[in-house]
T-cell receptor, first 114, second 110 residues
Framework: ETGVTQTPRHLVMGMTNKKSLKCEQH?????MYWYKQSAKKPLELMFV???????ENNSVPSRFSPECPNSSHLFLHLHTLQPEDSALYLC?????????????FGPGTRLTVL | EDKVVQSPLSLVVHEGDTVTLNCSYE??????LLWYKQEKKAPTFLFML????IEKKSGRLSSILDKKELFSILNITATQTGDSAVYLC??????????FGKGTKLSVIP
């Protein structure tokens, strides 16, 4: 399988649940990203990992917790979310985070928080 | 704060028309500008522009960057219904930072 994959594709959860989103890239890239896309708003960068180290956290609430165990996998752990967290969560990867490089996106996880 | 403004926000055209989508930006440490097409889910990469005045082409799509005036345009000629999508402009500033615009929603009707 090639490219960037994300699971699950759809997720419905209650505010007290704990769930995780998974991203896997098969491109040999060294940088991975989590974005949030809400209706009628631009894509918002949440987290950046480069060589498995977090290099940026754009003031994301602590109810979102990323994990990057290796350069091919990225997780987003979710707990006690709010309805306004419902959105499309996109994972992306690039060769590295220093160069002017294209970010390739996964298909996203559509999250609904009830 | 980095800014990206895309215009128009939405556009409805008939098949065969030519469209021009605009993107103006202000980013710190500009490196490149990327265009993406987003249909139902993930944005798919179209172009990366790094130099002013050099047109990039891919089939009926083309794009050009003006680093002096801080804008880029995306042209689509002979539009087809399959071109219906949201087109996103994303200048690349700080090393990892893509700043996305709100996008232009293009609807091509038969």
């Amino acid at each position: 399988e090639t490219g960037v994959t994300q699971t699950p594709r759809h997720l419905v959860m209650g505010m007290t649940n704990k769930k995780s989103l998974k991203c896997e890239q098969h491109l040999g890239h060294n940088a991975m990203y989590w974005y949030k896309q809400s209706a009628k708003k631009p894509l918002e960068l949440m987290f950046v990992y480069s060589l498995e180290e977090r290099v940026e956290n754009n003031s994301v609430p602590s109810r979102f917790s990323p994990e990057c165990p290796n350069s091919s996998h990225l997780f987003l752990h979710l707990h006690t979310l709010q309805p306004e967290d419902s959105a499309l969560y996109l994972c992306a990867s690039s060769q590295d985070q220093e160069s002017t490089d294209t970010q390739y996106f996964g298909p996203g996880t559509r999250l609904t928080v009830l | 704060e980095d800014k990206v403004v895309q215009s128009p926000l939405s556009l409805v055209v008939h098949e065969g028309d030519t469209v021009t989508l605009n993107c103006s930006y202000e980013v710190t440490n500009f490196r490149s500008l990327l265009w993406y097409k987003q249909e139902k889910k993930a944005p798919t990469f179209l172009f990366m522009l790094t130099s002013s005045g050099i047109e990039k082409k891919s089939g009926r799509l083309s794009s050009i960057l003006d680093k002096k005036e801080l804008f880029s345009i995306l042209n689509i000629t002979a539009t087809q219904t399959g071109d219906s999508a949201v087109y996103l402009c994303a200048p690349h500033g700080r090393s990892y930072q893509l700043t996305f615009g709100k996008g232009t929603k293009l609807s091509v009707i038969p």
